[in-house]
T-cell receptor, first 108, second 117 residues
Framework: KNEVEQSPQNLTAQEGEFITINCSYS?????LHWLQQHPGGGIVSLFM???GKKKHGRLIATINIQEKHSSLHITASHPRDSAVYIC??????????FGAGTTVTVRA | DAGVIQSPRHEVTEMGQEVTLRCKPI?????LFWYRQTMMRGLELLIY????????DSGMPEDRFSAKMPNASFSTLKIQPSEPRDSAVYFC???????????????FGPGTRLTVL
């Protein structure tokens, strides 16, 4: 079974703090995805990466293929960053295997 | 483009009734996915299509669930008969194949919240 593990399960931060969410996967992947789900329920793809690092605004995603590990960082966190962040892996096809999600709450 | 469109957004039905969820993918996308999200199990892939053909339905929980994609712009997920444990949010997503890659970004619809009483 293709396992994707996320940590922490929940995270609370003060506005302005640096946030890190971790994701590990069990076997070789084609790509690692980071998704964001807001309280309204919609899911948005933030990043898709197979190596190295990607940055979009205050969000940074990194992946270490050798260690089978990826991180999502939020710099200068803001209350509007409060959401569930989901890590997902694509293996040798288009299917996504999902982590359980990390609920992030940023307090003003 | 309007993005992935799902209907209805909310559905409340009684146990034993037939439920049909609908999805219109982004125009030009050749992959379509149906997912289910519950508190207990998180997001799970039910089935996906490539060029209207079902590729993998191993996530479909049982024979009560069926999915079709009669053309490139429409797909349905049907539950017959529905049971309370089917209550969940059902997402449809679409994707466009990039040459030489076995993955691409998926675009999700807003989801259908199904409640089976």
């Amino acid at each position: 079974k293709n396992e994707v593990e996320q940590s922490p399960q929940n995270l609370t931060a003060q506005e302005g703090e640096f946030i890190t969410i971790n994701c590990s996967y069990s076997v070789g992947i084609s790509a690692l995805h980071w998704l964001q789900q807001h309280p309204g329920g919609g899911i948005v793809s933030l990043f898709m990466l197979s190596s190295g690092k990607k940055k979009h605004g205050r969000l940074i995603a990194t992946i270490n293929i050798q260690e089978k590990h990826s991180s999502l960082h939020i710099t200068a966190s803001h209350p509007r960053d409060s959401a569930v962040y989901i890590c997902a892996a694509t293996y040798n096809d288009y299917k996504l295997s999902f982590g359980a999600g990390t609920t992030v709450t940023v307090r003003a | 483009d309007a993005g992935v469109i799902q209907s209805p957004r909310h559905e409340v039905t009684e146990m034993g009734q037939e439920v049909t969820l609908r999805c219109k993918p982004i125009s030009g996308h050749d992959y379509l996915f149906w997912y289910r999200q519950t508190m207990m199990r998180g997001l799970e892939l039910l089935i996906y299509f490539n060029n209207n053909v079902p590729i993998d339905d191993s996530g479909m929980p049982e024979d009560r669930f069926s999915a079709k994609m009669p053309n490139a712009s429409f797909s349905t997920l049907k539950i017959q008969p529905s049971e309370p444990r089917d209550s969940a949010v059902y997402f449809c997503a679409s994707s466009l194949k990039l040459a030489a890659l076995s993955y691409n970004e998926q675009f999700f619809g807003p989801g259908t919240r199904l409640t089976v009483l």
